[in-house]
């Protein structure tokens, strides 16, 4: 289970740095609660030196929010995939809705991205997701498979082994409204059904597969109890260090409920 946290373009460094510290804390409240449960945040590049180095001792990896897919060169405002490494990065988020909605990404810009993170040994999560219109046009299921194909095309097996695809629903993402559990699932049995095409059953199967949009600590019990739900990519309730680690709480508690 993953349980990762998107801040988005929120708190400034000292403020990022104190909620980095109050997740170590907290985490450090709970010593053997999360040895089965793997905990990410993905603060603004900015953050990233402050946030590693506030969390180095505390059981939390550290990503980014996007990448340029090139290592080096003049493109002005962009980061790349060694300098993220260097300062200690570990994954990063690709393909976030708002990076296709604002800055026009492709899945093309995105599988490019895919395979230089890999390249450079950065996980990527790749964010997949239908709008409201989408979905009641039917389309919800061919949109979101077209995405994952988009974005994986030409990805080995290998590195597929190390991705995380996370699913999330454009109208439930910052809307407060969430897919309901069922809902969740069912997309995600698409994708995982997709990706088995493609890997085969067994890699498929553990290809973490997380939920996104509107996840909080009073719906993150139902989401994460489904089958095909390994965990969560989490914006705004992964500003505040109580309903971050409630959800990771959720995690904890689903995980203690499975048949052993
Ligand atoms: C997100 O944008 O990745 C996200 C899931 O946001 P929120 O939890 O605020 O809906």
């Not at 506030?54 to 996007?66: K, W």
């Not at 407060?176 to 997309?187: D, I, K, L, T, V």
């Not at 089958?227 to 705004?236: C, E, H, R, T, Y």
Request: include cysteine; aromatic fraction near 4%.
């Amino acid at each position: 289970m993953l349980i990762a946290g998107n801040w988005k373009m929120n708190t400034d460094v000292p403020e990022g740095r104190a909620l980095a510290n109050d997740i170590a804390t907290g985490l450090s409240e709970r010593p053997d609660a999360f040895a089965d449960i793997d905990v990410l945040v993905c603060p603004s590049f900015v953050h990233l030196p402050a946030v590693s180095d506030a969390l180095a001792d505390a059981p939390v990896a550290v990503g980014a929010q996007d990448m340029h897919a090139e290592d080096a060169g003049a493109h002005t405002g962009d980061v790349s995939a060694p300098m993220l490494t260097s300062i200690g990065c570990d994954a990063v988020i690709l393909g976030h809705s708002e990076r296709r909605e604002y800055y026009n990404e492709t899945d093309a810009d995105v599988n490019r991205k895919v395979k230089q993170a890999r390249t450079h040994d950065l996980v990527p999560i790749v964010c997949v997701g239908e709008s409201l219109q989408q979905r009641q046009a039917g389309n919800a299921a061919s949109v979101v498979t077209q995405q994952v194909e988009g974005a994986l095309s030409g990805v080995s097996i290998a590195d597929a082994s190390e991705l995380v695809v996370a699913y999330e629903p454009i109208w439930a993402i910052g809307t407060g409204e969430s897919a309901a559990p069922e809902q969740a699932q069912e997309m995600h049995a698409v994708i995982r059904d997709n990706l088995a095409e493609r890997y085969g059953a067994d890699v498929a199967a553990d290809i973490p597969l997380l939920y996104g949009g509107s996840m909080k600590p009073h719906n993150a019990h139902g989401l994460l109890s489904q089958p095909d739900i390994d965990g969560g990519l989490i914006g705004s309730a992964s500003l505040a260090a109580d309903s971050f680690l409630g959800i990771a709480d959720e995690a904890v508690h689903v995980r203690q409920e499975e048949p052993a």
